[in-house]
């Protein structure tokens, strides 16, 4: 099972702020990973697909990089909305599996 | 547009079993694969599995395995997760969500259900 590990568990950014959020996978996942937002009491909402593809919809704030076992989404410009838990997903080997998640908090 | 809705909240004794639906609405039901997702209290997402809505067949985490069965109703665009022999590690929210892949069982999660909290407790 392909374990993704992210860094860091929470990150203190002020509005305005450019935050950089990484994930890494245990072994290769080719470019199939996708990320996720998570407000609380909400469903998780899918951002970027195939790790540079932004969802319908998505801001283009949002953005998606990396292959193989090193990703990162970047939002250049944190919004109040943006204050959330992120997770990250691959889908390059069975069975499907979930970063930890990272905290976007208000500093 | 569209909408996955799932049935409401269950809360279920050790031991028992509870089924969860997941309505779909605004496209074609059998074409894209639904996989149901957990998530713990104050947790991270738990993937369970998958269930083609169109054949019918289905690929379980090996962690559900024996436990867990997804089923279909075509006929209502309806998907069911079924979990037995419940224990209070397994109170989660429970969401299914949609691939956003034509006919693909793997693939990023475009639509996913409002979820529905089972919980359970002696």
């Known amino acids: 099972e392909i374990v993704l590990t992210q860094s860091p568990a929470t990150l203190s950014l002020s509005p305005g702020e450019r935050a950089t959020l990484s994930c890494r996978a245990s072994?290769?996942?080719?470019?199939?990973l996708a990320w996720y937002q998570q407000k609380p009491g909400q469903a998780p909402r899918l951002l970027i697909y195939?790790?540079?593809n932004r969802a319908t919809g998505i801001p283009a704030r949002f953005s998606g990089s990396g292959s193989g076992t090193d990703f990162t989404l970047t939002i250049s410009s944190l919004e109040p909305e943006d204050f959330a838990v992120y997770y990250c997903?691959?889908?390059?080997?069975?069975?499907?599996?979930f970063g930890q998640g990272t905290k976007l908090e208000i500093k | 547009q569209v909408q996955l809705v799932q049935s409401g909240a269950e809360v279920k004794k050790p031991g028992a079993s509870v089924k969860v639906s997941c309505k779909a609405s605004?496209?074609?039901?059998?074409?894209?694969?639904i996989h149901w997702v957990r998530q713990a209290p104050g947790h991270g997402l738990e993937w369970m599995g998958w269930?083609?809505?169109?054949?019918?067949?289905?690929y379980y985490a090996q962690k559900f395995q024996g436990r867990v069965t997804m089923t279909r109703d075509t006929s209502i665009s309806t998907a069911y997760m079924e979990l037995s022999a419940l224990r209070s590690d397994d109170t989660a929210v429970y969401y299914c969500?949609?691939?956003?892949?034509?006919?693909?069982?793997?693939?990023?999660?475009?639509?996913w259900g409002q979820g529905t909290l089972v919980t359970v407790s002696s």
């Open positions: 969500a949609r691939v956003g892949r034509y006919y693909d069982s793997s693939g990023q999660f475009d639509f």
């Open positions: 605004g496209y074609t039901f059998t074409g894209y694969y």
């Open positions: 269930i083609s809505p169109s054949s019918g067949g289905t």
């Open positions: 072994q290769s996942v080719s470019s199939y």
């Open positions: 195939d790790a540079s």
């Open positions: 997903q691959q889908r390059g080997s069975w069975p499907v599996s």
